[in-house]
């Protein structure tokens, strides 16, 4: 199993950038590829950004052009550079980390407990 915690949310005016990682522990060995969602209240869950371990990065509508996924490899960690924050980015953000990139986001992957961001306006 792969347990997955989530860090670097917080309170942030607009405009401004903020840096979340995932840490993931456990059979790491078996990932290939991990991501962000995050959810806002009465909404579903949506897509914030993707990577395989094969260098592939997919990133959702609403965030494409404000955030850029990364990864450690040697750290087992991959963060969300997000810049140019805005209210509608208000949400909790959730790490999920699974063994092949089709499999993100599906109850076939892990998921961490989730880090609220919230920006005001």
């Known amino acids: 199993q792969v347990q997955l915690v989530e860090s670097g949310g917080g309170l942030v005016q607009a405009g401004e950038s903020l840096r979340l990682s995932c840490v993931a522990s456990?059979?790491?060995?078996?990932?290939?590829?991990m991501g962000w969602y995050r959810q806002a209240p009465g909404k579903q869950r949506e897509l914030v950004a993707t990577?395989?371990?094969?260098?592939?990065?997919n990133y959702g509508d609403s965030v494409d052009g404000r955030c850029t996924i990364s990864r450690d490899s040697a750290k087992n960690t991959v963060y969300l550079q997000m810049f140019s924050l805005k209210p509608e980015d208000t949400a909790v953000y959730y790490c999920?980390?699974?063994?092949?990139?089709?499999?993100?986001?599906?109850?076939?992957?892990?998921w961490g407990q989730g880090t609220q961001v919230t920006v005001s306006s």
């Open positions: 999920n980390a699974a063994s092949g990139e089709l499999l993100l986001g599906t109850d076939f992957g892990s």
């Open positions: 456990g059979s790491t060995f078996t990932l290939h590829a």
């Open positions: 990577l395989s371990f094969g260098g592939t990065t």
